[in-house]
């Protein structure tokens, strides 16, 4: 799980190191979180969830579970 930065246009160190994962460890899902923006789907790992904040407890589960 990972905090999506603010800035869209950037896809700066934590950017880099979702991409290092999915490249590693392909069956890995990425949950990312942002209260700010939604980055665009183009712009994300492939297996990836995207939460807005504030997100519950059971959508949190969810997003673990699947």
């Not at 869209?8 to 934590?14: R, W």
């Not at 392909?26 to 997100?55: C, H, Q």
Request: hydrophobic letters at 40%; zero cysteines.
């Amino acid at each position: 799980m990972s905090d999506h930065p603010a800035r869209p246009t950037a896809l700066g160190a934590g950017g880099r190191q979702r991409v290092a994962v999915r490249n590693r460890w392909p069956p890995v899902i990425l949950i990312l979180a942002s209260g700010r923006v939604s980055p665009p789907f183009a712009d994300m790992p492939s297996e990836t969830i995207f939460l807005r904040k504030p997100y519950s407890e059971d959508t949190l589960l969810k997003a673990i579970a699947a």
